[in-house]
């Protein structure tokens, strides 16, 4: 597989832990250099000491769910600070489970605006055509096996990846004529160090995945994919990576 | 709004590298494609509130003719 490295610059949201994390060390791996933003700054520093190559991440303190509006102009800063992007992983997410007896209105904006909004108002920051090399840039939405399926209690996490999917369909027309790409991945459960201590979910939902659960290698290979050229033939697409599941 | 905030503005609607200035052609910009247009027409709507449709581009030729379509006065 070619891989999106060699001086190539990538902004990964969510890069603190999990699949972000999982996905900016992959690409610093491959040579790439990561703008890594999270919010806790001692884990984004170790995340820059666990790669090996301290000097190809750069971490940003951010929280993405404070100033939405001004998230464009945050990511033309980033791009005077370390040049244009080749792409974007949006990683970073809430999930609440919240029947609907104790919906709030509040608690649905406040998924709507860190899985929707923040998502959408950095994609515009980053397909600004001064703030992206052009031709190979390619982006990647995390979303979630959720927006397909009817489990319980997640209507509005459902619902916010569901828009998530729909809008990467959208943008992916109105950007295709510059040779920029755009999709989403659904995962399915994905085994962290956080999920991994949860005993009901390994023993609740195992018989569902008929791979295992997925791992965080999973889909940082997928989405290292998607943002190379060999998936230069795709865009608009939704990836259910899920073991088999659906 | 001034000359050079409509102008400002209108370079990141059309998300242009150079500044424009109240001459610039429309036709003479790299950035001036159908999305572009349609861009256009939702910042005069949004930012505005002018209604717009493509076949004002007939007689729009240069950002000053958007500008007083915008009703920034010349």
Same mark, same amino acid.
């Given at each position: 597989?070619?891989?999106?490295?060699?001086?190539?610059?990538?902004?990964?949201?969510?890069?603190?832990?999990?699949?972000?994390?999982?996905?900016?060390?992959?690409? #610093? /791996?491959?040579?790439? !250099?990561?703008?890594?933003?999270? &919010? *806790?700054?001692?884990?984004?520093? @170790? %995340?820059?000491?666990? #790669? /090996?190559?301290?000097? !190809?991440?750069?971490?940003?303190? &951010? *929280?993405?769910?404070?100033?939405? @509006? %001004?998230?464009?102009?945050?990511?033309?800063?980033?791009?005077?600070?370390?040049?244009?992007?080749?792409?974007?992983?949006?990683?970073?997410?809430?999930?609440?489970?919240?029947?609907?007896?104790?919906?709030?209105?509040?608690?649905?904006?406040?998924?709507?605006?860190?899985?929707?909004?923040?998502?959408?108002?950095?994609?515009?920051?980053?397909?600004?055509?001064?703030?992206?090399?052009?031709?190979?840039?390619?982006?990647?939405?995390?979303?979630?096996?959720?927006?397909?399926?009817?489990?319980?209690?997640?209507?509005?996490?459902?619902?916010?990846?569901a828009a998530l999917i729909a809008s990467v369909?959208?943008?992916?027309?109105?950007?295709?004529?510059?040779?920029?790409?755009?999709?989403?991945?659904?995962?399915?459960?994905?085994?962290?160090?956080?999920?991994?201590?949860?005993?009901?979910?390994?023993?609740?939902?195992?018989?569902?995945?008929?791979?295992g659960f997925g791992t965080v290698d999973d889909?940082?290979?997928?989405?290292?994919?998607?943002?190379?050229?060999?998936?230069?033939?795709?865009?608009?697409?939704?990836?259910?990576?899920?073991?088999?599941?659906? | 709004?001034?000359?050079?905030?409509?102008?400002?503005?209108?370079?990141?609607?059309?998300?242009?590298?150079?500044?424009?200035?109240?001459?610039?052609?429309?036709?003479?910009?790299?950035?001036?494609?159908?999305?572009?247009?349609?861009?256009?027409?939702?910042?005069?709507?949004?930012?505005?509130?002018?209604?717009?449709?493509?076949?004002?581009?007939?007689?729009?030729?240069?950002?000053?003719?958007?500008?007083?379509?915008?009703?920034?006065?010349?």
């Amino acid at each position: 597989m070619t891989a999106p490295a060699g001086e190539r610059l990538y902004l990964v949201t969510g890069a603190s832990s999990g699949i972000g994390k999982g996905i900016a060390l992959r690409l #610093c /791996g491959l040579g790439a !250099r990561v703008v890594a933003i999270g &919010r *806790d700054a001692d884990r984004l520093g @170790e %995340l820059a000491q666990e #790669c /090996g190559c301290p000097e !190809r991440i750069h971490p940003e303190i &951010r *929280d993405l769910a404070a100033d939405i @509006e %001004l998230l464009p102009q945050y990511v033309k800063g980033l791009k005077e600070k370390y040049g244009k992007f080749h792409g974007m992983v949006s990683c970073a997410g809430i999930s609440e489970i919240r029947p609907l007896q104790i919906l709030k209105y509040e608690n649905g904006k406040r998924i709507f605006d860190i899985n929707y909004f923040a998502p959408l108002m950095l994609a515009k920051g980053l397909l600004d055509r001064r703030h992206n090399v052009g031709r190979g840039t390619s982006l990647v939405f995390i979303a979630s096996i959720e927006a397909h399926l009817a489990d319980k209690g997640m209507s509005f996490y459902a619902g916010s990846k569901a828009a998530l999917i729909a809008s990467v369909r959208s943008i992916s027309r109105e950007v295709a004529a510059s040779g920029v790409r755009v999709n989403a991945i659904s995962p399915g459960d994905i085994l962290t160090p956080m999920t991994a201590a949860v005993e009901g979910m390994r023993n609740d939902r195992s018989h569902l995945y008929p791979l295992g659960f997925g791992t965080v290698d999973d889909v940082a290979a997928l989405a290292v994919f998607l943002l190379s050229d060999e998936a230069k033939w795709i865009t608009g697409q939704n990836y259910i990576l899920d073991g088999g599941h659906l | 709004m001034t000359h050079e905030e409509f102008l400002e503005k209108f370079q990141d609607v059309l998300q242009a590298e150079d500044p424009l200035g109240m001459d610039t052609v429309l036709e003479d910009l790299d950035e001036w494609d159908s999305l572009a247009r349609m861009a256009t027409v939702a910042f005069l709507d949004s930012d505005f509130g002018v209604q717009a449709t493509f076949e004002d581009f007939t007689t729009m030729k240069t950002v000053a003719d958007v500008a007083r379509k915008a009703g920034i006065a010349s």
